[in-house]
């Protein structure tokens, strides 16, 4: 099913009382004498914080570094369908506010069922060896994760791996290294954007996860963007540069000017903290300095092709192969189920995610993603007629697709990260969800916590 933008007004407009803008209309005077909370970013978390502020009575400004709002969720409708560029699912449906805001939004949703995959062997033959040794690959991993870091507290999830298969824990798997390598990559790096080299070991033991599976939004996920910035003050282009909390006021230098404000929550992705692109006056705390430099970007690419015919099985929702190099164009999903339309998506994680967005042409991307795609199809599928890809690892309002914990980390790291500068500087964003680190409604729920700790904050 196919909904369309100008569909979801009306759909929205007819909201009960409990999604209404919340704030009642104020004269100029009270909107002066509210105390005053500028927002920098406008991605779920920011969205959400500035949402709840508004509604307790607080005058919010929310700064936005490019010309929309929504961060890392962007649906792209340049295609003639929606693709995420961003954010894909909503990650478990029980007791998730993400998925509870799409229902009472009346937003359908897709259940996405990831055992309806094919997958072919290292000679492009389907196969069904692998399916049943997703779990037990990750659990012993799991397992052997708090050995090695009671050997090295910088151990990684690569290193985790190595000590299972020495100690034969692999050797009923019956499986090639290459399948071992395939087996790390759909289940661990594609899931941290991320080599597991490059993943702390408690990277693969942080976290909780919501049951009742996963769901795509066939109207986007922008739509519920949308919903949350309504009736929001949002400055785009605004790139903050600075942040001088040394006074009573705190003041925000951007690119477009300067704004004082009594609170400031700063949103940002942990990338562009790592870059330093905002000074901070005076400096952070160090143990705040110590948890970015122990977090990542992750680089998770995507590349969408359109097709004038479906060509690939529809009783699947996604495809994947054992790649002779690790992790190369390894797994497919197709969209047909989303909005009836031959697109496919290639996900690609890491280091070759990293290659394809920066050192790879749009038209060198789809020439590879092609010879991947005849290689398990044949030579006579057609070319797409139209094509998208991601490159998160050159934005420099991000640097990356999601966070994870680097060699070090620990998910104390995200607690710090969270933690309040005094009682004027405040932070949210995914990376400082230490129960649902790296996804929207980790964000989301972390811009709801800074709003509270403001409110209780400036509580008489």
């Known amino acids: 099913m196919q909904i369309s933008r100008r569909r979801f007004l009306p759909l929205a407009a007819g909201l009960s009382i409990s999604l209404a803008h919340g704030a009642s209309i104020a004269t100029a005077a009270e909107v002066a004498n509210r105390k005053h909370v500028v927002v920098i970013g ?123 298969k020495s100690r034969g824990a692999f050797e009923n798997f019956n499986v090639s290294q290459q399948g071992l390598n395939y087996l790390a990559h759909h289940m661990i790096e594609q899931e941290f954007a991320a080599d597991a080299a490059w993943l702390g070991a408690n990277s693969i033991l942080e976290g909780e996860y919501y049951r009742g599976g996963d769901v795509m939004l066939p109207g986007g996920f922008d739509q519920l963007m949308n919903w949350l910035a309504r009736g929001l003050d949002i400055r785009y282009r605004h790139i903050v540069r600075e942040i001088d909390y040394r006074q009573r006021r705190t003041r925000v230098r951007t690119s477009r000017g300067t704004f004082t404000a009594d609170y400031v929550v700063v949103t940002v992705p942990v990338g562009v903290l790592k870059e330093g692109a905002i000074r901070f006056r005076p400096n952070l705390p160090r143990s705040k300095r110590n948890a970015i430099a122990r977090m990542d970007m992750g680089v998770f690419s995507k590349t969408y092709l359109k097709f004038p015919e479906v060509f690939w099985d529809q009783n699947v929702l996604q495809f994947s192969s054992v790649s002779r190099l690790r992790g190369q164009w390894s797994i497919w999903g197709h969209q047909d189920p989303l909005h009836n339309q031959p697109v496919l998506v290639g996900f690609n994680s890491g280091t070759f995610a990293w290659y394809l967005e920066r050192e790879l042409s749009d038209d060198d991307v789809v020439f590879e993603a092609m010879k991947k795609l005849r290689s398990l199809f044949g030579n006579q599928i057609p070319d797409p007629v139209a094509h998208k890809m991601t490159r998160w690892s050159e934005d420099p309002f991000s640097y990356g697709a999601y966070s994870h914990l680097s060699d070090g980390g620990t998910p104390r790291h995200r607690v710090q990260l969270r933690k309040r500068v005094g009682s004027k500087l405040f932070f949210a964003g995914e990376a400082t969800h230490s129960q649902y680190p790296s996804t929207v409604h980790g964000a989301f729920m972390s811009g709801k916590k800074a709003a509270s700790d403001i409110m209780r904050v400036n509580s008489p």
């Not at 937003?107 to 309806?116: D, I």
């Not at 910088?154 to 290193?159: G, L």
């Open 42 to 164: 406008a991605g779920a978390s920011g969205l959400k914080a500035a949402r709840d502020l508004r509604q307790a009575g607080f005058r919010v400004t929310v700064l936005e570094a490019r010309n929309r709002i929504g961060g890392r969720v962007h649906t792209d409708w340049t295609m003639g369908v929606p693709v995420e560029m961003g954010a894909s699912w909503i990650h478990g449906i029980q007791g998730n506010p993400v998925y509870q805001l799409a229902r009472r939004l009346g937003q359908p949703t897709l259940p996405w069922e990831y055992n309806l995959e094919n997958v072919y062997d290292i000679n492009n033959r389907l196969t069904n060896r692998y399916n049943p040794l997703y779990q037990r690959f990750e659990n012993v991993v799991s397992s052997y994760a708090p050995r090695v870091l009671r050997q090295n507290s910088r151990a990684t999830v690569q290193d985790a791996i190595n000590l299972a």
